[in-house]
């Protein structure tokens, strides 16, 4: 079996000096997707080229201590992806992807973070662009390709995914337009959310993300933020979820999915 992992650091020094690369060892993921690095090159030569024996990939933010994706592997990619062709985003460090491809298959593995819109209406309206933008890329990429886009999404998509969601319905994260933009790409677009295909119903179990205000992480008042989004034949492929969260590496918990294929 192919254990994929995705994961929002918020800061790989942080993530680190809290225990990840232990538990990395013990859960031996083929994979881990992880979003929001906030690190630059130099910051990462000598010290998290390599974790838990995978090599690492990166897509770092031109901004210092900001954004910046990562993927790492202990297979050998037959391509390497950086950034999507945007020119508003690309910099900002939010799109990487493997290339695992064969005579017989084309694969993908993809770790992006998306924009948050809550700090600001000039940052939510850049999130609606991204959003404008992302989906024909997607499209695009399904059209050619199999893969599976791990990432912080920053979107809770139904109303099961977040405790307080009647009070949440006008921030972003649970805009009704944001919602819409997940429902089709879930429908039209022909994309799998992986977790709820194997949890359909799970509520209070199923939160990746929780607010620092509030001891919103020992209430579990918490939202699903962290996804793996499947074309359909791989989805077909996952057999089981989990969502760990006995240990604190970041706000964010780490998402892994065992899937029946390898790339």
């Known amino acids: 079996m192919f254990k994929l992992t995705s994961l929002n650091l918020n800061g790989i020094r942080s993530a680190t000096s809290k225990g990840l690369e232990a538990w990395l060892e013990r859960v031996r993921p083929d994979c881990i997707c992880v979003q929001e690095i906030k690190a630059q090159a130099p910051d990462l030569s000598g010290k998290f080229e390599m974790l838990s024996g995978m090599k690492g990939y990166f897509h770092l933010a031109e901004k210092k201590g900001y954004s910046g994706v990562g993927i790492y592997t202990r297979l050998e990619p037959s391509d390497v992806v950086v950034g999507y062709n945007s020119p508003e985003f690309d910099p900002e460090g939010r799109y990487l992807e493997l290339r695992f491809d064969s005579p017989a298959r084309k694969h993908s593995i993809i770790s992006a973070y998306f924009p948050s819109g809550s700090s ?6 850049a999130k609606f662009r991204f959003l404008d933008e992302f989906y024909p890329h997607l499209m695009t990429l399904r059209a050619e390709r199999d893969f599976i886009l791990c990432g912080d999404i920053n979107i809770a998509h139904q109303e099961i995914d977040l405790k307080n969601f009647k ?17 089709k790409l879930l429908t039209q677009g022909g994309m799998v959310d992986v977790y709820r295909r194997l949890e359909p119903s799970t509520t209070d179990a199923c939160y990746t993300w929780w607010s620092n205000r509030g001891q919103a992480y020992a209430k579990n008042v918490g939202w699903r933020l962290d996804y793996q989004l499947a074309t359909q034949r791989l989805s077909s492929g996952a057999r089981r979820a989990e969502i760990y969260k006995d240990e604190k590496f970041s706000d964010h918990a780490p998402i892994t999915i065992r899937y029946d294929w390898l790339p």
């Open 120 to 125: 600001g209406e000039d940052r939510q309206q």
């Open 167 to 183: 009070g949440n319905k006008k921030n972003s994260g649970f805009l009704p337009e944001e919602r819409a933009w997940m429902t």
